[in-house]
């Protein structure tokens, strides 16, 4: 938390995107309990006992919760199924059909979220952190429109092309769901939240303005009106030389960098926000000298200011535990 205010510490503080997965034998050990991945999800006493399990282990500095961005649609009537070894599935929402999504019905929904971070909060440690988070509207609504991922979302940037005015209706409902799905995790008892904007990158710079930085700039001013002072993660993933200006023109406390972004930019970031990242996952696979160095490499570069030591996205289900353990030695000076 004092790295989120801009303080530089002496030990950059250490967490793991996906931290909470399928890389723990722990986690793939009651993941069998559930009967889907949602399911799992909305079982409080499932998604808390995933919460903890990192920190157990590991010791990490920030719990985040086990949860998805896709329950904020699941929420809103649009539902979500994930299918084994081809990710999420939803029904493609057409721009015409927003007016359907049901606003009223997401706090009620996602109520065992809440519940499991006032449960988890409950049995962190005093010294541990808990992190909430949600989806970008952006990312959101490229699942929502074209019912799957892709590796350039070209079905939702067609759909924003063609019809601005609806996917602009699209964007409002989420700015909304997502603005109040966060302040509803800080109410249950999270100490900051990261906003993932996956599918940033992308988008041309108008495309990134329209859709990035304006729907998270309202969700920073929505948020803050209700709980002042709140410490909010921006993650778009992607952004590159949009960075600064996405920080300076939403006000988050702090950026997170993919692990395409240059040690040099990331410290010129540090001048007008704390950055966290920027390791890349596949380093850690790799573990022995490509995970020393990047580790080395990064502390060198980033520890003269506020900063929080991450990945540059989760990590992934393949990563030896005695490379996550190695990596948390060098970061600490273990």
């Not at 008892?189 to 041309?204: E, H, I, K, N, R």
């Amino acid at each position: 938390m004092a790295a989120l205010a801009g303080e530089r510490t002496d030990i950059p503080p250490v967490w793991m995107m996906r931290q909470a997965g399928r890389y723990l034998p722990e986690y793939r050990a009651i993941r069998s309990e559930a009967r889907s991945f949602l399911d799992f999800c909305y079982r409080p006493d499932l998604a808390t006992e995933a919460t903890l399990q990192p920190i157990r282990r590991f010791g990490f500095d920030a719990a985040i919760i086990f949860s998805d961005i896709l329950v904020i649609p699941d929420g809103l009537g649009q539902p979500v199924a994930f299918m084994e070894g081809e990710g999420p599935r939803l029904d493609p929402l057409p721009l015409d059909a927003v007016g359907g999504l049901d606003l009223g019905r997401v706090a009620g929904h996602l109520e065992p979220v809440y519940e499991a971070i006032s449960r988890v909060r409950a049995d962190l440690p005093p010294e541990t952190a808990l992190i909430g988070f949600a989806g970008a509207p952006w990312t959101l609504a490229t699942y929502m429109v074209a019912g799957r991922g892709s590796p350039d979302q070209a079905f939702a940037r067609l759909a924003a092309y063609r019809d601005p005015d609806g996917f602009r209706r699209l964007i409002d409902v989420l700015v909304e769901a997502v603005s109040s799905h966060l302040v509803a995790q800080f109410a249950a008892g999270a100490d900051a939240v990261q906003v993932f904007d996956s599918w940033a990158g992308p988008l041309d710079t108008d495309g990134f303005a329209r859709w990035t930085t304006e729907p998270m700039r309202e969700i920073v001013q929505r948020v803050r009106s209700a709980v002042p002072g709140a410490r909010i993660i921006g993650f778009p993933r992607g952004a590159g030389t949009r960075l600064e200006g996405f920080v300076q023109q939403t006000g988050v406390d702090a950026v997170g960098l993919d692990w395409s972004v240059s040690l040099e930019r990331g410290r010129a970031l540090q001048a007008v926000a704390t950055i966290q990242g920027n390791l890349d996952p596949l380093r850690l696979v790799a573990g022995g000298r490509a995970l020393d160095e990047g580790v080395e490499a990064i502390l060198s570069a980033f520890s003269g200011g506020p900063f929080v030591f991450n990945l540059g996205h989760g990590i992934l289900p393949e990563t030896p535990i005695e490379h996550v353990e190695r990596m948390l030695a060098r970061v600490r000076r273990a």
